[in-house]
């Protein structure tokens, strides 16, 4: 086979086992960036939400409350049946968690809440939880695909649905987020990620979110919240 031909043929093979990119909607990023931002300026940012982990047919369910304030505090609780309450409470200044294998404090990273405002929206709780843990942070994903699904109804309230897809090394996570476009208030997300045969499937339906609601510097000193902190 003469050299030009060469080349033609392996650009076919080439072109044939990587088919171009798929092209984003820039109104779709927008409109996650526009709720990012409000999660990152809000005074406080108040989320509860139900979390259903599906790994192939296993399920395993966790009620979430997680807190964000100015003044670099910030509250993760999860909380389930089968596996008690574990989380990580930040009043400004030290760290406190609450694991199956006790309890620890640390000192508290300047900027710990704002990375965890930062990280709330496109990552799995899972990963979440870990920077609350103070775990070392996985490389950023890339993201890109970002698309409008056809909207919806929740309830009552009309919603838009993004979509996008997260990749870090050769894992691909495929992310859909139901968003209310006049309070920018998300209301579910949805992560998907398949390996080989078996499909991992995080569902997070948030009962509420609430912006720049009076939130009380005591919800910060304990990942469980004293009986006031709940009135």
């Known amino acids: 086979m003469r050299p030009l031909a060469i080349a033609l043929f392996l650009a076919s093979v080439a072109l044939a086992e990587d088919p171009a990119p798929v092209k984003s909607d820039p109104a779709a990023e927008e409109l996650l960036k526009k709720v990012e931002e409000k999660i990152g300026k809000a005074k406080t940012v108040s989320i509860r939400a139900s979390l259903t982990f599906m790994m192939g047919r296993f399920a395993h369910k ?48 300047a900027d710990f809440a704002a990375k965890g ?72 997300r949805e992560i998907v990620e398949k390996k080989q045969a078996a499909e991992e499937r995080e569902t997070l339906t948030f009962g509420s979110m609430a912006y720049d609601a009076d939130l009380p510097d005591s919800t910060f000193e304990s990942v469980v919240p004293k009986a006031e902190d709940k009135k």
Not at 78 to 89: I, N, P
Not at 162 to 176: I, N, Q, Y
């Open 62 to 109: 966790f009620e979430i409350e997680l807190d964000f304030k100015e003044g670099n505090r910030a509250r993760i609780m999860l909380a389930s049946r089968d596996k008690g309450t574990a989380g990580a409470a930040c009043d400004g200044k030290v760290v406190r968690r609450k694991t199956p294998q006790g309890d620890t404090t640390a000192d508290a990273a």
């Open 117 to 188: 405002r930062e990280m709330s929206l496109r990552i799995p709780m899972i990963e979440l939880s870990a920077h609350f843990e103070g775990k070392e942070p996985q490389a950023t994903p890339a993201y890109s695909e970002f698309a409008f699904l056809p909207d919806e109804k929740i309830g009552e309230r009309a919603v838009r649905v993004v979509t996008f897809a997260s990749t870090r090394d050769s894992r691909r996570k495929d992310v859909r987020v139901w968003i209310d476009e006049k309070s920018l208030e998300v209301l579910k």
